[in-house]
């Protein structure tokens, strides 16, 4: 006799907690550098964030500055660095985007100053050594090229192009060439123009004193001085929706699709709304979005929506890939998902579980020092502090089944999105101009 076992019922979700703030510092230093320091004692480390405004940087010295800029000084070569850092268990990295470059650091609490302390030697005295700087940029070279065969990345890059026209943001990626054209004196020119302490932000976080913190900062990065250019970003063009931009790649197996619609700064009262909103479409695995295309059909593996924030502006981007026969198909079902997001409300039991996963990943986000040193300088960077994330939460919480309904139908209409779709033109293009009209990009 076979006993069959009933399934349990999932417990009911505690109440939200209240987010808890950690202890924060924050003071200007004669140079300009804003430091913000804040205790986090879950482990003996120290997390730093040190964010550059790095508007309208020429992308190709850009890119490769980033992968040269430790790779040594005056009195120190890129093997002294790595191992000075290694005796403190840290070490640094750099990247940049549009808006900032980002110099990434962690050391045992320790360590602090002596992280600090190369990192103001690296700012002060950045050498760029042709032998490195050609090293670096052949990888840089070969790490585009790879990206240029990849469908992922050259439908972002179509969708920039759709997204943005002639705007900085629409192009982010530099070319081999241009890259190549990059030696170390241009490196060292565009080091002396843009990295300076006015209007940059340097966040500490770990098991330390914030007082202490910023302290260091003031010895070891006070004599970070000197004159430079700053540059300021138009503000974003407004999406224009219209005809869906087909980009062929003869042969794929694959559609890369992409679609953009209009989003909101933080600051913007419909922020918290919207994100709600995006979540019951797409956000996360349990929307809508995903249900249909992924669960349901089977037309993808891993669609998602998100809102990309960006100094200059903001847009929600949604992106699936799908096999090549059901292209139309998927686009079809994305229409149909923000159509109804647009025009039906959501159940409350969808709103609350999109309201739970927003508020659970706020805390998860905040729950170690790396993430929080994350949160708090890209915040920093839109003129944002921590008790932002507390009002956030809040707008989060207070956010009614009306108020997020009406979000959802001033921005994600299908009406207001601009389509993209990277695929075989010859397979895919009859179907999708029986659902949008269609125009081919340049050179395709």
């Known amino acids: 006799m076979t006993v069959t076992t009933p399934p349990r019922a999932l417990p009911v979700l505690g109440p939200n907690r209240p987010l808890a703030l950690p202890t924060t510092v924050e003071h200007t230093l004669d140079n300009g550098l804003t430091v913000i320091a804040l205790r986090r004692s879950s482990v003996p480390l120290v997390e730093v964030r040190l964010r550059i405004p790095f508007a309208q940087a020429n992308l190709a010295r850009a890119a490769l500055l980033t992968q040269t800029v430790l790779s040594g000084t005056s009195t120190m070569s890129t093997v002294d660095i790595a191992a000075e850092l290694q005796k403190v268990g840290g070490g640094l990295s750099a990247g940049a985007d549009p808006d900032r470059l980002l110099i990434s650091g962690n050391a045992l609490v320790g360590g602090l100053d002596r992280l600090l302390d190369l990192l103001a030697e690296v700012l002060t005295d950045a050498a760029y050594p042709g032998e490195e700087v050609e090293t670096e940029r052949a990888r840089l070279v070969d790490r585009i090229r790879v990206a240029q065969s990849q469908p992922s990345h050259l439908a972002r890059v179509a969708l920039l192009k759709r997204m943005y026209d002639a705007h900085p943001y629409a192009v982010q990626t530099p070319s081999p060439e241009q890259v190549e054209a990059v030696g170390p004196d241009a490196l060292r020119a565009l080091h002396g123009e843009r990295l300076h302490p006015a209007g940059a932000t340097l966040v500490i976080v770990g098991d330390l004193e914030p007082e202490q913190a910023v302290a260091a900062a003031q010895r070891m990065?006070?004599?970070?001085?000197?004159?430079?250019?700053?540059?300021?970003?138009?503000?974003?063009?407004?999406?224009?929706?219209?005809?869906?931009?087909?980009?062929?790649?003869?042969?794929?197996?694959?559609?890369?699709?992409?679609?953009?619609?209009?989003?909101?700064?933080?600051?913007?009262?419909?922020?918290?709304?919207?994100?709600?909103?995006?979540?019951?479409?797409?956000?996360?695995?349990?929307?809508?979005?995903?249900?249909?295309?992924?669960?349901?059909?089977?037309?993808?593996?891993?669609?998602?929506?998100?809102?990309?924030?960006?100094?200059?502006?903001?847009?929600?981007?949604?992106?699936?890939?799908?096999?090549?026969?059901?292209?139309?198909?998927?686009?079809?079902?994305?229409?149909?998902?923000?159509?109804?997001?647009?025009?039906?409300?959501?159940?409350?039991?969808?709103?609350?579980?999109?309201?739970?996963?927003?508020?659970?990943?706020?805390?998860?986000?905040?729950?170690?020092?790396?993430?929080?040193?994350?949160?708090?300088?890209?915040?920093?960077?839109?003129?944002?502090?921590?008790?932002?994330?507390?009002?956030?939460?809040?707008?989060?919480?207070?956010?009614?089944?009306?108020?997020?309904?009406?979000?959802?139908?001033?921005?994600?209409?299908?009406?207001?999105?601009?389509?993209?779709?990277?695929?075989?033109?010859?397979?895919?293009?009859?179907?999708?101009?029986?659902?949008?009209?269609?125009?081919?990009?340049?050179?395709?």
């Open 221 to 444: 990065l006070g004599k970070w001085n000197g004159g430079g250019v700053t540059a300021e970003l138009p503000p974003a063009p407004a999406l224009e929706p219209g005809p869906l931009t087909l980009v062929d790649r003869p042969d794929s197996v694959q559609s890369s699709l992409r679609v953009a619609l209009p989003a909101v700064s933080r600051r913007h009262p419909d922020h918290a709304a919207l994100q709600l909103a995006n979540l019951v479409f797409g956000g996360y695995f349990s929307s809508r979005w995903v249900e249909n295309i992924r669960e349901d059909k089977g037309y993808t593996y891993g669609p998602h929506s998100l809102v990309e924030h960006a100094v200059a502006g903001s847009a929600l981007v949604l992106s699936a890939e799908v096999a090549t026969e059901v292209t139309a198909p998927a686009l079809l079902e994305t229409l149909y998902e923000l159509g109804r997001i647009a025009s039906l409300p959501p159940k409350d039991e969808e709103l609350e579980q999109a309201r739970q996963y927003a508020l659970g990943t706020l805390q998860l986000g905040m729950s170690t020092q790396a993430g929080l040193a994350g949160l708090v300088s890209t915040y920093a960077g839109f003129g944002l502090r921590l008790d932002f994330l507390a009002e956030h939460a809040q707008r989060l919480a207070r956010a009614s089944k009306e108020e997020v309904a009406a979000v959802a139908a001033k921005y994600l209409a299908p009406s207001r999105a601009a389509a993209v779709v990277l695929g075989d033109a010859a397979k895919v293009e009859s179907s999708l101009a029986g659902l949008l009209p269609v125009v081919r990009a340049e050179g395709s």
